[in-house]
């Protein structure tokens, strides 16, 4: 049965970056098939894709326009793993983080979920 | 860059069906047969309910459907029942590699 457990500080200064961590039990993050994203979910911007990393012979990463020039998804196969990274982070940036596993059973199917990490921005 | 449209709330009573639309554009829902449908009751995170518009992963009942007509998605449930009251939203490839999520509908069974 594959897991994610997240992991990372709930208060972040603005300005400062944002940083969480996504272990992976019960599959790889080098996984040929898979596809590893971020989530965020506010009550202002509802359910929003930010980006994702996948492997296929190559890393390759995807990120939403809205936050492109601030993130930064990595994988780290050593620890099985993935991490999120978003600088300048603003009050806008407060939400529920999640992580989330894209098992290519199909198109888009994001069908794992982390169990989300509550991410204030304030001084 | 928008959410795709759906309807705040919907709501029926045990055993009727109800039915979610999800509107969006040319680039995203029109474009692509990759609309999925979540699951959310309170508390809790997505579950997939619906992939590819109409496809069910394992484990999902049969009383979830999903279609689409041009530049609308539609969720279908059918014999509801009290543990489908939740939030439901779709989600929809859109060019240049990007995603997008509805607004959400929050589905009140009487």
């Known amino acids: 049965q594959v897991q994610l457990q997240q992991s990372g500080p709930g208060l972040v200064k603005p300005s400062q970056t944002l940083s969480l961590t996504c272990d992976i039990s019960g599959d790889s993050v080098s996984s040929n098939s898979a596809a590893w994203n971020w989530i965020r979910q506010s009550p202002s911007r509802g359910l929003e894709w930010l980006g994702r990393t996948f492997y296929r012979s190559n890393w390759y990463y995807d990120y939403a326009v809205s936050v492109k020039s601030r993130i930064s998804i990595n994988p780290d196969t050593s620890k099985n793993q993935f991490s999120l990274q978003l600088n300048s982070v603003t009050p806008e940036d407060t939400a529920v983080y999640y992580c989330?596993?894209?098992?290519?059973?199909?198109?888009?199917?994001?069908?794992?979920w982390g169990q989300g990490t509550k991410v204030t921005v304030s001084s | 860059q928008s959410a795709l449209t759906q309807p705040p709330s919907v709501s029926g009573s045990p055993g009727q069906s109800v039915t979610i639309s999800c509107t969006g554009t040319s680039s995203d829902v029109g474009g692509y047969n990759r609309v999925s449908w979540y699951q959310q009751p309170p508390g809790t995170a997505p579950r997939l309910m619906i992939y590819e518009v109409s496809n069910r992963p394992s484990g999902v009942p049969h009383r979830f459907s999903g279609s689409k007509s041009g530049n609308t998605a539609s969720l279908t449930i059918s014999g509801l029942e009290a543990e489908d009251e939740a939030d439901y939203y779709c989600?929809?490839?859109?060019?240049?590699?990007?995603?997008?999520f509805g607004g959400g509908t929050k589905l009140t069974v009487l």
């Open positions: 989330v596993r894209d098992a290519a059973i199909g198109l888009d199917t994001l069908d794992v």
């Open positions: 989600f929809s490839y859109r060019s240049n590699t990007d995603w997008v």
